[in-house]
């Protein structure tokens, strides 16, 4: 068995007393996406933001690449190639595609001018990668499609070399045609070996794209399964009613 990417160990987190994440283990492979679902409140985006360093931990241990990690910022956990997309995107609507993949960490000449050609140039080859029709690369991404911006959004990370991606609602309020192509994006990614924590209210999308399936409810981890031993149905029952069928049946 491969070391874990992510191996979270009873990960807990409290604020004014209530417990928003509560002794929760979770890990992440290489080449593998898992799926976090759950209703509003159930601790699964606070979980992801105390790997995104959003938020620090009370207590339990973070585990990159079978080394212990200390992630108390957003700094931290680039550093550990984690990258986190948001469902904002977090894109200057009024720069290209070029001009937000290096918001930031603009390529510069000897000169230290900004290298607007070798940034075009970069963007051009790893869009290329991820996402070959993608061509509109002078416009401001307000023009570009939300699949596009996605695109921009994830090229973002992977060019800065990210292992370990975390995806918030990826596909909401996209159309058919977009939500496929972030879908394809997703199983490139894979492909290449990335790790990716995926965080939907779709159960369809989380069966189609996922290795495994955790869901939270109340803070706490009702089960972790892999998505060939459970029905939609089972998610469900695992999402509403805080029970895990595969384990809970005895």
């Known amino acids: 068995m491969s070391t874990p990417l ?29 799926g976090l679902l759950g209703h509003n409140g159930a ?13 620090a931990k009370d207590s339990g241990e973070i585990w990159i690449d079978g080394e212990k990690a200390e992630i108390n910022s957003p700094r931290d956990a ?3 190639n984690i990258e986190t997309i948001y469902q904002t995107l977090a894109l200057a609507d009024n720069l290209d595609a070029s001009s937000n993949l290096f918001l930031g960490r603009e390529l510069t000449t000897p000169l230290g001018f900004v290298d607007d050609a070798r ?14 029709n993608f061509k509109k690369l002078s416009e401001p991404v307000s023009a570009l499609s939300g ?7 994830i090229a973002r990370a992977v060019y800065f070399n990210a292992k370990i991606l975390i995806m918030d609602e990826p596909t909401a309020a996209l159309g058919v045609h977009e939500t496929k192509m972030v879908a394809d994006l997703i199983k490139e990614l894979k492909a290449q070996g ?17 290795d495994r399936v955790s869901v939270m409810k109340n803070g706490a981890l009702v089960g972790t399964e892999r998505v060939e031993d459970v029905t939609e149905d089972d998610i469900l029952s695992m ?9 809970d049946a005895a």
């Open 119 to 132: 940034m075009e140039a970069e963007t051009k080859k790893i869009m290329a990668r991820l996402n070959p």
């Open 6 to 34: 992510v191996d979270l160990r009873n990960i807990s987190i409290s604020f004014g007393g209530v417990r928003a994440v509560d002794n929760v283990s979770l890990d992440l492979k290489p080449g593998e996406v898992v």
């Open 147 to 153: 699949g596009q911006r996605q695109s921009v959004a």
């Open 43 to 55: 601790g699964k985006s606070t979980l992801i933001k105390i790997l995104s360093g959003a938020y």
């Open 194 to 210: 990335l790790g990716i924590f995926l965080i939907s209210h779709d159960t369809r999308e989380m069966l189609e794209l996922c």
């Open 239 to 247: 999402i509403i009613l805080g029970k895990n069928p595969k384990r």
């Open 78 to 80: 680039r550093r550990y």
